[in-house]
């Protein structure tokens, strides 16, 4: 079982930064690939960044690449997404997941249906 939850959503005016928190509590937590997804009113649920917790690989969607990055902190149990250069099409409500990967072959993965636990979701509106 997995608990997660966000924190951090707010309103920026365009090319400004947010930083996006989530705290994930799990019996054990290296079990987990974690994430963060999005969804904007009309559209689909989309990955944006995931992490493996023990490894520490990444994958990003190309929307994002090069102006958000994601991390972790084991100790803390927290997970964090930092967004520069925002844009009005990244505002949606963002949230943190959480994928089994018990064994070292299973990767953190960007696609909603692999995903096996969601938060509630903290909202971000970028401003033009």
């Known amino acids: 079982q997995v608990r997660l939850a966000e924190s951090g959503g707010g309103s920026v005016q365009a090319g400004g930064s947010l930083r996006l928190s989530c705290a994930a509590s799990a019996d054990n937590p290296y079990n987990y690939c974690l994430g963060w997804f999005r969804q904007a009113p009309g559209k689909e649920r989309e990955g944006v960044a995931a992490?493996?917790?023990?490894?520490?690989?990444?994958i990003y969607a190309d929307s994002v690449k090069d102006r958000f990055s994601i991390s972790r902190d084991i100790k803390k149990n927290m997970l964090y997404l930092q967004m520069d250069s925002l844009n009005a099409e990244d505002t949606a409500m963002y949230y943190c997941?959480?994928?089994?990967?018990?064994?070292?072959?299973?990767?953190?993965?960007?696609?909603?249906?692999?995903?096996?636990?969601w938060g509630q979701g903290t909202q971000v509106t970028v401003s033009s």
């Open positions: 992490i493996k917790v023990t490894r520490d690989s990444t």
């Open positions: 997941a959480a994928k089994n990967c018990w064994n070292r072959y299973q990767r953190p993965s960007v696609d909603p249906d692999d995903i096996d636990y």
